[in-house]
């Protein structure tokens, strides 16, 4: 029986997580599950790219994505949150 699920490496600013996702789920669950597991918040909301920066397709099934088991996933903010500040 082959296995329905894939090990995704989720990795954010707050930490790295490991998780099984079942295949059929989506790209938004994974960067759903991922924020609620980081307790992430701040304006702008995030985004979902492999670890070579491609963005991810949040409508698009795991199993329809470039992913294998044990691939990274990077949740980034989806605008820059670097707390630079203009000078005066």
């Given at each position: 029986m082959p296995d329905h699920k894939i090990h995704l490496?989720?990795?954010s600013t707050a930490g790295?997580?490991?998780h099984p996702f079942d295949r059929s789920e989506?790209?938004?669950?994974?960067?759903n599950e991922g924020i609620r597991h980081f307790?992430?918040?701040g304006p702008?909301?995030?985004?979902l790219t492999?670890?070579?920066?491609?963005?991810?397709?949040?409508?698009?099934?795991?199993?329809?994505?470039?992913l294998s088991?044990?691939?990274?996933?990077?949740?980034?903010a989806a605008q820059p949150q670097d707390g630079w500040l203009a000078p005066r």
């Open positions: 490496d989720v990795r790295s997580w490991q989506t790209a938004q669950t994974v960067l307790h992430l918040q702008g909301g995030y985004i492999a670890q070579d920066g491609t963005d991810l397709p949040l409508s698009k099934s795991l199993a329809e994505l470039p088991d044990g691939s990274v996933v990077l949740i980034k």
